[in-house]
């Protein structure tokens, strides 16, 4: 089980080469003007039930291995010193270990895993013989869960709907009592976030610790992340418009998610939300949303593979290079780069394009402009050593302002564990309070919450 993994890219991940959907047809592809399964209609999955031929297979997971520890303490003496042979875990016999988890780690026999990335297609021959020069090696991590997606082809795949988003969070779980094994989940997820469990003969998947949020809390990977990097939040959006968002052209798939999430300072948005039957207490939380910022307000994360038209509703702001040290007219000096170099940690924007915008480079290039413009911005600040008009060409042509850089600086460096983890207050409880309560069920307002009780007590 990998629920939560994290991948070195270039690289082929895990499952091995999961990206790859012409191998497993996962998502959904554009059928004129509307959208389908890449993976079969309604009548070919009910004639192909019994054989699905787009899973990933042992090999692609790798073959679990334990060691033989007992032979470190139990060889004869002798001049060699013992070894703990590697033994598989399904065989029981002893193996030769050609795969494993993170065994593309930081770029190790990055000719053979990282050159197999299929994002590296939307670069040129020289472009990918150039990133695999020894003084060019660069790699950055992409940390991966379920997104939890809008329009999940985990759940359209599911032939007995074990699969379901939960109305009042958008949390994708799959109902243990209901999976009959099908495993068409885990082709029909183009990110293949479902995995079957032979031991339980079901699938699972990661559950974005619902127990944990249902009692306030952040989940665990949320919680734990030592670097800080992920933020949770709610997010209003209209749930009428994902069908003509999921059909769009490709390049016009980014903006248009960004348009289907709401505003939730917009007093009209807030009014329907009431009116629709969401709790208060939601659409405070939706007002502090740091994701809000994140992917509309500031457009610096993008949705992971959108082409895959499932709308994932988790959001990535892409790698920006480190730190270097020394500038020359407000530039940092790295040798002569170009600016896509200087920014991008030297991969070209068109493979982050390939990776979190469906090959258009405008959003990403939007979002890379805007991280160097809050660079230059904070670097005026503590170190002073730019003019103040470089500073404001970049936040000019960022299409930012010296407040907003001061917004993002504060959100990536300074804000608290309860600003970075807005969690809805008692989400589950209200719901089920709503539809177990006869007292309360005559004061729901239709759509599973609760009105603030008029009794005194
Ligand atoms: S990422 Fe999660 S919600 Fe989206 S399709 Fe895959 S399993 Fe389903």
Redesign the pocket.
Same mark, same amino acid.
């Not at 999940?152 to 759940?155: A, I, K, Q, S, T």
């Given at each position: 089980m990998w629920w939560n993994n994290v991948e070195t890219k270039p690289g082929t991940g895990y499952p091995t080469l999961w990206e790859d959907q012409g191998k497993y047809r996962g998502g959904w592809e554009k059928r004129g003007k509307s959208v389908r399964l890449r993976l079969h209609n309604r009548g070919e999955g009910l004639a192909n039930i019994f054989y699905n031929p787009s899973l990933p297979s042992l090999d692609d997971y790798y073959e679990p291995w334990s060691y033989r520890y007992g032979d470190l303490t139990s060889a004869p003496s002798g001049d060699d010193q013992p070894v703990a042979r590697p033994v598989s875990m399904i065989t029981g016999r002893e193996m030769t270990i050609e795969a494993g988890p993170n065994w593309d780690d930081d770029l190790g026999g990055s000719g053979i895993y990282a050159a197999g990335d299929i994002n590296l297609a939307a670069l040129t021959t020289e472009e990918r013989q150039q990133l695999f020069l020894l003084e060019r090696l660069v790699f950055f991590h992409l940390p991966r869960i #379920?997104?939890?997606?809008l329009n999940?082809?985990?759940?359209a795949a599911c032939p007995t709907g074990a699969i379901y988003k939960r109305g009042e969070d958008g949390i994708?779980l799959v109902s243990q009592e209901k999976c009959r094994a099908w495993r068409m989940c885990v082709s029909g #997820?183009p990110?293949k976030?479902?995995y079957f469990n032979w031991k339980t003969g079901k699938s699972e998947?990661c559950i974005l610790c619902y127990p944990r949020q249902e009692t306030c809390q952040s989940p665990a990977c949320f919680h734990s992340c030592v670097g800080r990097i992920r933020y949770l939040g709610t997010l209003l959006y209209d749930a009428d418009g994902i069908e003509r968002c999921a059909s769009l052209p490709d390049h016009e798939l980014v903006e248009a998610q960004r348009e289907l999430i709401l505003d939730p300072g917009d007093p009209r948005v807030c009014q329907k939300a009431r009116e629709d039957g969401v709790h208060e207490a939601i659409i405070e939380a939706a007002k502090k949303s740091p994701v809000y910022n994140f992917v509309k307000e500031w457009g610096l994360a993008l949705p992971l593979h959108p082409e895959a038209r499932?709308l994932?509703m988790l959001f990535y702001v892409p790698p920006l290079l480190p730190v270097a040290a020394t500038m020359e007219d407000g530039k940092y000096d790295l040798g002569g780069l170009p600016f896509d170099d200087q920014v991008t940690g030297r991969l070209p924007i068109r493979y982050f394009a390939a990776l979190f915008a469906a090959g258009n480079d405008q959003p990403v290039r939007a979002a890379y402009r805007k991280l160097h413009a809050v660079r230059l911005h904070r670097r005026r600040e503590t170190v002073g050593d730019i003019p103040e008009e470089l500073v404001q060409q970049a936040l000019e042509e960022a299409g930012s302002t010296s407040q907003e850089a001061e917004a993002i600086y504060r959100m990536t460096s300074l804000a608290t564990f309860a600003e970075r983890h807005v969690v809805p207050p008692f989400l589950r409880e209200m719901a089920i309070e709503a539809t177990t309560d006869p007292f309360e069920r005559k004061e729901s307002t239709g759509a599973g919450f609760i009105r603030p009780p008029k009794r005194g007590w």
């Open positions: #379920c997104n939890h997606c999940p082809g985990c759940v994708v #997820c990110y976030k479902v998947k499932t994932p």
